[in-house]
């Protein structure tokens, strides 16, 4: 009788069912759609019995399944979550690349799948594939933490459409061993041909002179300031600008994202962020006498408007239309691209950051004067840079 009691047979070919020693009988299954995968047990007191639970195990397993596939998919749910829940509580910017993140990375690898079945395995391929296609720490970070995120708000929710958060068995990379790009900037002899030529006057016809660019002087601007560019964009005269105390704040940015307004139709408007990228962002800075006179240049041609770099209607510029202008000074001063990609603004700043670093600026104090949300960034972005000027330090003390 024991063996008979010990007899596993197979039920409708999902699971198993088999008589206990003690007497009852135990169905046994692994699912993905209950208890997060992990093996479940039900019991009865016969035969009878438990092949009646069985059969409501599965109708109440086909129906969640049909309900995943219908109403629960992870994109349909990712994208309701996305729209009335994240919207609110981000920048308009932040919405943006959290949108961006989702349509470009998650929908294509697990968007498919039915939201409660999604397993870490699920997540890991995703992001082992970022790391395969060359992709930074800090892209696949995003990736994951927007999962999470997605996946923690479905847990709080009663009832709750998953079991289990699959992101808690995800694993990522050491940083040490995810090769970072390179932050590109301009060397001396770049700087001087981008400054000539952004700030160069030509002599007209009618015997008066006028600048190659009505904007030229925000390279300047930029390259002793290492401002972002939202953050350029969106200095005030009467607000940002205090010539007699030499110091120019940091308080707002100015982005290009998409209208989420009422009947917009996905146009992208400019606006005027009343916060910066970080909350460390927001900074004085001092003016050296570069951007001094940078500022003053651009005063003679924008002061009578409120913002400083503007339109000749007095609108703040687009963050695109500065590009455009910066690619054609990079053109002009015959600067190299770099592996076919143009440089870019920010390289800019990158180059006042590499200054910094040449003259013997703490990475603190560097961290400080760039508006970084705290010094490991400055680290991890400028590793490169740190690391020569390590080497090199060693090269001054040649002792024999």
């Given at each position: 009788?024991?063996?008979?009691?010990?007899?596993?047979?197979?039920?409708?070919?999902?699971?198993?069912?088999?008589?206990?020693?003690?007497?009852?009988?135990?169905?046994?299954?692994?699912?993905?759609?209950?208890?997060?995968?992990?093996?479940?047990?039900?019991?009865?007191?016969?035969?009878?019995?438990?092949?009646?639970?069985?059969?409501?195990?599965?109708?109440?397993?086909?129906?969640?399944?049909?309900?995943?596939?219908?109403?629960?998919?992870?994109?349909?749910?990712?994208?309701?979550?996305?729209?009335?829940?994240?919207?609110?509580?981000?920048?308009?910017?932040?919405?943006?690349?959290?949108?961006?993140?989702?349509?470009?990375?998650?929908?294509?690898?697990?968007?498919?799948?039915?939201?409660?079945?999604?397993?870490?395995?699920?997540?890991?391929?995703?992001?082992?594939?970022?790391?395969?296609?060359?992709?930074?720490?800090?892209?696949?970070?995003?990736?994951?933490?927007?999962?999470?995120?997605?996946?923690?708000?479905?847990?709080?929710?009663?009832?709750?459409?998953?079991?289990?958060?699959?992101?808690?068995?995800?694993?990522?990379?050491?940083?040490?061993?995810?090769?970072?790009?390179?932050?590109?900037?301009?060397?001396?002899?770049?700087?001087?041909?981008?400054?000539?030529?952004?700030?160069?006057?030509?002599?007209?016809?009618?015997?008066?002179?006028?600048?190659?660019?009505?904007?030229?002087?925000?390279?300047?601007?930029?390259?002793?300031?290492?401002?972002?560019?939202?953050?350029?964009?969106?200095?005030?005269?009467?607000?940002?600008?205090?010539?007699?105390?030499?110091?120019?704040?940091?308080?707002?940015?100015?982005?290009?994202?998409?209208?989420?307004?009422?009947?917009?139709?996905?146009?992208?408007?400019?606006?005027?962020?009343?916060?910066?990228?970080?909350?460390?962002?927001?900074?004085?800075?001092?003016?050296?006498?570069?951007?001094?006179?940078?500022?003053?240049?651009l005063y003679a041609v924008t002061?009578?408007?409120?913002?400083?770099v503007s339109t000749k209607g007095?609108?703040?510029?687009?963050?695109?239309?500065?590009?455009?202008?910066?690619?054609?000074?990079?053109?002009?001063?015959?600067?190299?691209?770099?592996?076919?990609?143009?440089?870019?603004?920010?390289?800019?700043?990158?180059?006042?950051?590499?200054?910094?670093?040449?003259?013997?600026?703490?990475?603190?104090?560097?961290?400080?004067?760039?508006?970084?949300?705290?010094?490991?960034?400055?680290?991890?972005?400028?590793?490169?840079?740190?690391?020569?000027?390590?080497?090199?330090?060693?090269?001054?003390?040649?002792?024999?």
């Amino acid at each position: 009788m024991g063996q008979e009691q010990a007899k596993t047979r197979s039920f409708d070919g999902e699971g198993s069912i088999r008589q206990r020693s003690d007497g009852r009988w135990e169905f046994r299954i692994k699912d993905k759609m209950f208890n997060g995968g992990k093996p479940i047990s039900l019991y009865g007191t016969s035969k009878k019995d438990i092949k009646k639970k069985v059969r409501e195990f599965h109708q109440t397993r086909n129906e969640k399944l049909s309900g995943a596939l219908t109403i629960e998919a992870t994109q349909q749910y990712m994208d309701n979550w996305f729209h009335t829940v994240k919207v609110k509580s981000l920048k308009p910017s932040s919405a943006d690349r959290l949108e961006s993140t989702l349509i470009s990375h998650v929908y294509p690898a697990i968007g498919w799948i039915p939201l409660s079945v999604v397993s870490t395995d699920d997540i890991q391929g995703l992001v082992d594939g970022m790391y395969k296609k060359g992709y930074s720490q800090s892209s696949v970070k995003k990736v994951l933490q927007a999962i999470n995120n997605c996946f923690t708000h479905a847990l709080r929710k009663y009832p709750s459409p998953i079991t289990h958060n699959p992101c808690m068995g995800v694993t990522l990379k050491d940083a040490r061993y995810v090769e970072s790009s390179k932050p590109t900037y301009f060397t001396e002899d770049e700087v001087r041909r981008l400054i000539d030529t952004a700030t160069r006057v030509t002599q007209r016809k009618d015997g008066k002179s006028s600048v190659s660019y009505r904007l030229g002087w925000t390279v300047v601007l930029l390259l002793n300031t290492g401002l972002r560019v939202g953050e350029l964009l969106a200095l005030k005269w009467e607000e940002n600008i205090d010539f007699e105390a030499g110091t120019i704040s940091v308080t707002n940015n100015v982005v290009k994202v998409k209208d989420r307004g009422r009947g917009a139709k996905g146009q992208y408007v400019l606006i005027d962020q009343k916060s910066t990228k970080t909350k460390a962002g927001a900074r004085t800075l001092s003016m050296n006498s570069a951007a001094r006179s940078a500022l003053n240049e651009l005063y003679a041609v924008t002061g009578e408007y409120t913002y400083v770099v503007s339109t000749k209607g007095g609108l703040p510029k687009s963050p695109y239309d500065m590009a455009k202008m910066f690619r054609a000074i990079c053109d002009q001063a015959e600067i190299k691209r770099v592996n076919g990609k143009i440089y870019g603004l920010h390289s800019l700043r990158h180059t006042f950051a590499s200054s910094l670093f040449a003259n013997g600026v703490d990475v603190k104090i560097v961290s400080e004067i760039l508006g970084h949300a705290n010094v490991q960034i400055t680290y991890d972005i400028y590793i490169h840079l740190l690391q020569e000027h390590k080497r090199k330090a060693f090269e001054v003390v040649d002792i024999i």
